[in-house]
C-alpha cells in the first residue's frame, strides 16, 4: 500500500477549520485502509416515486441505512433563486448539509452556473470564461454571483456556529465540451486563472475557510489530459473524475455485456491514471460521479462497480440523482435502487462489504476529530 507522508497531508487553505483539516487528514486514511464511502447525489431531497418526505431516502429504503457522502449542487444561487436546478429548495438544502454534517457524513457541492456571457444554462456554450477572469468585461458580474454563493456558504453551519466542511468541486467536467468553461470553448491559461480567482475570493475575500477543493475531470486517456487545464498544488485540495456507463434503452444481454466490458476498461484505465498522479503529488481522490441508468444490469453493484474500483484507493464513489419520470422525454432518470428494484438484492450485497462504508459505519470513523 502507497503511504503518504502526513507532512503532505496540507490543505491549501492555511486558515481551514479544524473540521476541515481533520476531515482532511481523515480522507487520507481512508484511503490507505481502502475504506470506499458511498454517496448519492441529491439523496434526502426526492426519489423516484416521491419529494420532501423528512427523512426519506431510497437508498435508506433498500438498506436501512443512509449514504456516508450527500452530493449537491447550487446551480441558481447566482440569481438568487429560491430552488435550484434540481427544483431542491436551498433552504432545504442547507438543512440537510447541516443535518449529515451534524451526523458525520460528508457533504460536497458542484456549481452548475449559468453562462455568465448569455445568460443561457451551463450547457449554452457561448464563449464566457475570458470575460469573467479579471480584466473581462462580465468580471463584475462573477465577482456577484461568487458573493451570492459566498452568502450561502457562510450559512452552512450549526445552531454553535461550527460550519459544516465542504468537498468543493466548481467547474466539473471540465475537459469535456458540454459546459461553457469545457475544453473546447476557453484556453488551458483562461480556466486556470478562473480556477485561481475563484479559489482566491472565496478564500481570501471572502474569509470562507471550510471548504476542500476537488478538481474534477471527465473520462481521460493519459496524464497529460487529466492534468491539460490542473490549476497547480496550490490551488487543489482533492483530484477526481466522472464517467458513467451507458447502453441502449432494454439492452439484449449480449448488449449488456459489451456495456460492462467497455465501461469497466474505460473506469480502470481512469483510475490508473489519476492513482499515479494522484499519490505523485500527495492528493487523496475520489470518483465524484459515476452510475448506470435505470442500473439494468442486477449485479451492477458488486460485479461491475465494486469489482472496477476495489483495487485502487479512491476515498469515495457518488452516483447521480433519482430524478424520476422524465416527462418531456417520457423516460426514467434514476441511478440509485429503490425498493423493489431488480438489482435491489446485489445492491444489498454491495452494502454489507466489509470495507464498503454508508452512514451508519461512517459516523463511527468520527471524521471531523
Known amino acids: 500500500m ?42 434526502l431531497a426526492y426519489g423516484v416515486t416521491w419529494k420532501d418526505v423528512p427523512n426519506r431516502s431510497d437508498v435508506k429504503d433498500v438498506v436501512g441505512d443512509y449514504p456516508a457522502v450527500f452530493g449537491w449542487d447550487i446551480g441558481g444561487i447566482e440569481h438568487q433563486r429560491s430552488h435550484n436546478i434540481d427544483q431542491v429548495s436551498f433552504a432545504k438544502m442547507k438543512a440537510f448539509i447541516v443535518d449529515r454534517f451534524e451526523a458525520g457524513s460528508i457533504n460536497t457541492i458542484s456549481w452548475h452556473m449559468d453562462n455568465p456571457q ?11 470564461v475570458a470575460s469573467i477572469i479579471p480584466g473581462g468585461k462580465n468580471h463584475q458580474l462573477y465577482v456577484q454571483w461568487l458573493d451570492r454563493a459566498a452568502d450561502f456558504l457562510k450559512e452552512l453551519k450549526t445552531k454553535e456556529g461550527v460550519y459544516a466542511s465542504i468537498l468543493f468541486r466548481p467547474f466539473h467536467e471540465h475537459n469535456g465540451g458540454w459546459f461553457w ?16 480567482f475563484t479559489v482566491d475570493y472565496l478564500k481570501n475575500k471572502k474569509n470562507i475557510h471550510h471548504l476542500i477543493y476537488v478538481y474534477n475531470t471527465n473520462n481521460f486517456q493519459s496524464e497529460e489530459e487529466f492534468i491539460h487545464r490542473y490549476p497547480g498544488n496550490d490551488y487543489a485540495d482533492m483530484m477526481s473524475f466522472d464517467t458513467y456507463q ?18 469497466t476498461a474505460l473506469l480502470r484505465n481512469n483510475l490508473t491514471v489519476l ?15 459515476t452510475g448506470f441508468e435505470t442500473i439494468p444490469d442486477p449485479t451492477w453493484w458488486t460485479q461491475t462497480l465494486y469489482a472496477s474500483v476495489q483495487d485502487f484507493d479512491i476515498c469515495y464513489v457518488l452516483i447521480w440523482r433519482n430524478h424520476g419520470l422524465k416527462k418531456e422525454e417520457n423516460q426514467m432518470h434514476y441511478y440509485a435502487p429503490y425498493k423493489g428494484h431488480p438489482s435491489s438484492s446485489d445492491f444489498k450485497n454491495f452494502y454489507a462489504l466489509p470495507n464498503v462504508y454508508f452512514g ?10
Not at 253 to 263: G, M, P, R, V, Y
Not at 281 to 288: H, T
Not at 361 to 369: D, F, I, M, P
Open 2 to 43: 502507497y503511504l503518504l507522508p502526513l507532512r503532505a497531508q496540507v490543505l491549501i487553505d492555511q486558515e481551514a477549520t479544524i473540521e476541515t483539516k481533520n476531515l482532511y487528514q481523515n480522507l487520507f486514511k481512508l484511503q490507505d485502509k481502502k475504506a470506499l464511502l458511498f454517496g448519492h447525489q441529491d439523496a
Open 118 to 128: 448569455s445568460l443561457g444554462n451551463s450547457w449554452d456554450t457561448t464563449t464566457a
Open 181 to 196: 468553461w469545457g475544453n473546447p470553448h476557453c484556453s488551458p491559461d483562461d480556466y486556470i486563472k478562473l480556477w485561481k
Open 246 to 263: 451507458f447502453a441502449k434503452p432494454s439492452p439484449s444481454k449480449a448488449e449488456l455485456e459489451q456495456s460492462k466490458k467497455d465501461f
Open 275 to 289: 492513482q499515479q498522479y494522484a499519490q505523485k503529488n500527495q492528493k487523496p481522490m475520489a470518483l465524484a460521479e
Open 360 to 369: 451508519k459505519k461512517t459516523k463511527a470513523l468520527n471524521l471531523y476529530k
